[in-house]
């Protein structure tokens, strides 16, 4: 029996979820509980524009929200301020290097108004196993040999599902999603999926769009060809003064 008012998965069915049409209003888009975190499972459900998110302690919980946070990968926007300190940068973007290190920053990292970490070990040995298995990517920010930011998500296709990035140096993690948005935009990706809208998200230049039109899109980009495996070698290094010519916000 369901101790939630959303259906629970089924563990010996790992692709089935509901329609993300039955999420919940409030909380918005909360869609089901229970099953796993293994990678045919993830995967799933990033395919159907599901996700997980959770606190220690409760249940697990999927989710597809209404609206949707995307950035145009060509369109991430950068201040002319912070463009201007960026010309005289020293830091270097990289892609795959230190995932596990990126993830566990990203799970340690203070957030306002939130007590804990949604990232929790679980979730962190299960997205360390999709990053083995090529599916789960970092952007890395380091000033010499010390990381300072970075980001970390799935790909699914041409779709790229960002998790959640940290700044260790103030801006850090503005270059690392400046640096994935140039990368996928030269890869002819379209969307970056921030999932959930915040004020910050919005001033870097993403945009909401209804559930539906992000669902209707999806198919197309999760069927196209994407880069399973590392992009170390695909991304290499780009300067962080490289990004200052990023739109202005």
């Known amino acids: 029996m369901s101790i939630l008012p959303i259906p629970r998965l089924r563990a010996d069915r790992p692709e089935d979820f509901p329609p993300p049409s039955r999420a919940l209003d409030e909380p918005n888009g ?4 229970g099953g796993d975190l293994s990678p045919r499972r993830l995967m799933a459900a990033y395919r ?3 996700f997980p998110w959770y606190s220690e302690g409760e249940p697990l919980l999927w989710w597809s929200p209404d609206p949707r946070l995307v950035f145009d990968t ?3 926007r ?3 301020r912070f463009r201007r300190g960026l010309r005289r940068c020293s830091w270097e973007v990289r892609a795959d290097t230190c995932f596990a290190q990126v993830i566990r920053a990203c799970a340690q990292a203070p957030r306002p108004g939130q007590d804990g970490t949604w990232i929790t070990p679980e979730m962190q040995a299960a997205y360390t196993e999709l990053h083995r298995l090529g599916h789960a990517h970092s952007i890395e920010v380091f000033d010499g040999p010390r990381l300072v930011g970075g980001l970390y998500g799935v790909a699914v296709g041409r779709l790229f599902c960002a998790e959640s990035m940290y700044s260790g140096e103030s801006g850090a993690s503005k270059v690392a999603l400046a640096a994935l948005g140039r990368v996928l935009a030269g890869w002819a990706w379209p ?3 921030a999932q959930v809208e915040n004020p910050h998200l919005r001033f870097l230049g993403g945009r909401t769009l209804p559930r539906q039109d992000f669902l209707a899109r999806l198919p197309a980009l999760v069927e196209a060809g994407g880069r399973p495996g590392p992009w170390t070698g695909a991304v290499g290094a780009i300067p962080a003064a490289s990004l200052a010519q990023a739109p202005v916000a």
């Open 78 to 80: 950068l201040s002319s």
């Open 191 to 193: 969307w970056i999926d």
């Open 74 to 76: 060509g369109g991430i």
């Open 30 to 33: 909360l869609l089901a509980w």
């Open 48 to 50: 159907q524009g599901i």
